[in-house]
């Protein structure tokens, strides 16, 4: 049995994945590890209960211990405020955790012999950087009723105005404020960097500065300096690169590249690259997602929702095959983390075994059936949620 020193923060979620992360504790972690968690239950009902106070509690305890690992939660909308009974619409948790965090997401995606990506010529894992602040996600929004002027005006602290119209309605319309803060901007900057350096791994950073000649420009502005001013010799020394980009080439040049680099992107970029990276692999289940602050504080999730499809069919007592691979790696992430920082090499030893048990299931021929559906392997079986867990497990223990 190992032993843990200090607890990760334990983040519990919601739907199908919640049901996958008691399984996954009680086949795959607790019979090896003697497991030390601060336990927060992010499941709507709760944050509901405690006015999403519970969130920010888990956020706190991450500064504190760390290290966190987090199973997929809701996002309300409207439909889930009536399903649930919800006092509001509360915001993402993702969301507040990384506002309060200070973090920049990396998303990767879990390569297997069997399952080919879409684009031939990726060999090794494209990591995506997302900025996790501001932008659309901060935004502030108007739907114009009709004619009329639309002015963008800042008021500073001794009341001067900088006042710019933004357009001239002569009938309805939409307006869009995004904002962003250069603190962000250059914690964003620094994450990259050091993440580049931990991994050993250029850097692309990509924006739309020619169009968005001051909010886009900003963002190239200050990677460029904190670049400059912090980083350029240890890349230089580890023969790393750092460049920037126009968006366009960067999503061109991605297409034709063998993968193995790190793309930093802006929060909505970031959101929508890293799907069509992760699906280009073969399944959003096969993505993992880590949040990294710039002080060092690191939070472990799957980049995929709560498979509300799977939970109603299980609630009525039908089998399902949901793909756990990513809330796995979530685990083992902030196990090898955890075991890194508090210096046990026996836990980041587990972590790495639990990682090769789930991939040589799958390259075995066991999958759940997402992968059934892709992989160029033939005869394959295809198992239900629990039992390729219990062959993970079988996996582990004959290794």
Same mark, same amino acid.
């Not at 250059?186 to 990259?192: G, L, T, V």
């Not at 020619?210 to 886009?216: G, P």
């Not at 929702?305 to 691979?325: A, F, I, P």
């Not at 040589?360 to 392997?377: P, R």
């Given at each position: ?7 990760? /923060?334990? @983040? ?40 999403? !106070?519970? =969130? ?10 760390? /290290? ?23 915001? +993402? ?21 069997? &399952? ?18 501001? $932008? ?6 108007? !739907? ?20 710019? =119209? ?20 250059? #914690? ?8 580049? &350096? ?17 909010? $886009? ?6 990677? !460029?300096?904190?670049?400059? $001013?912090?980083?350029?010799?240890? %890349? ?10 126009? &968006? ?24 929508? @690259?890293?799907?069509?990276? +992760? ?7 096969? @993505? ?6 710039? #002080?060092? /504080? ?7 929702? *709560? ?16 793909? #756990? ?18 210096? &046990? ?6 972590? $790495? ?6 991939? +040589? =299931?799958?390259? +075995?021929?066991?999958? *759940? ?11 394959? *079986? /295809?198992?239900? #949620?629990?039992? %390729? ?9 004959? @290794?």
């Amino acid at each position: 049995m190992i032993e843990m020193k200090t607890p990760l /923060v334990e @983040m519990d979620g919601d739907e199908m994945t919640r049901i996958l992360w008691q399984m996954i504790k009680d086949e795959l972690l607790t019979p090896y590890i003697n497991l030390k968690t601060e336990y927060y239950d992010l499941g709507l009902e709760h944050r509901n209960e405690t006015d999403d !106070q519970v =969130t920010i509690d888990s956020a706190e305890a991450t500064k504190k211990y760390g /290290v966190a690992v987090k199973c997929a939660t809701i996002t309300p909308n409207a439909a889930r405020v009536k399903e649930y009974n919800l006092k509001q619409m509360w915001k +993402s948790p993702n969301g507040t955790i990384r506002a309060l965090l200070d973090g920049t997401v990396f998303r990767a995606p879990i390569q297997v012999k069997g &399952i080919d990506p879409c684009v031939k010529n990726w060999k090794k894992p494209i990591t995506l950087a997302r900025h996790a602040y501001g $932008d659309v996600y901060k935004n502030v929004e108007i !739907q114009v009723p009709g004619a009329g002027k639309a002015e963008l005006v800042y008021t500073a602290a001794d009341g001067t105005e900088i006042r710019e =119209t933004i357009h001239e309605f002569t009938g309805p319309g939409i307006i869009q404020g995004v904002h962003n803060t250069d603190d962000s901007i250059r #914690s964003f900057a620094k994450s990259c960097f050091n993440y580049a &350096i931990d991994t050993k791994q250029d850097l692309w950073f990509a924006t739309k500065d020619t169009i968005s000649k001051k909010y $886009d420009h900003r963002f190239k502005d200050i990677f !460029q300096e904190v670049y400059e $001013d912090s980083y350029k010799n240890k %890349f230089e020394s580890l023969g790393l690169e750092y460049f920037y980009t126009l &968006i366009d080439d960067a999503v061109a040049r991605v297409m034709k590249t063998e993968g193995g680099f790190i793309w930093a992107c802006k929060n909505y970029d970031g959101d929508v @690259m890293s799907d069509m990276v +992760s699906s280009a692999c073969g399944s959003l289940a096969m @993505m993992t997602s880590v949040l990294v602050s710039p #002080s060092g /504080v690191y939070e472990y999730e799957a980049a995929h929702g *709560t498979v509300q499809r799977h939970y109603y069919k299980h609630l009525n007592g039908e089998e399902t095959s949901t793909n #756990s691979v990513a809330t796995i790696f979530a685990w083992t992430g902030a196990l090898r983390k955890r075991g890194e920082l508090d210096n &046990i090499p026996e836990l980041m030893e587990f972590a $790495d075994k639990l990682d090769k048990a789930t991939l +040589s =299931t799958i390259e +075995s021929g066991k999958m *759940t059936k997402d992968l059934a559906l892709i992989t160029s392997m033939k005869d394959v *079986t /295809v198992l239900n #949620s629990e039992n %390729f867990i219990k062959a993970i497990r079988e996996t582990l223990d004959n @290794m």
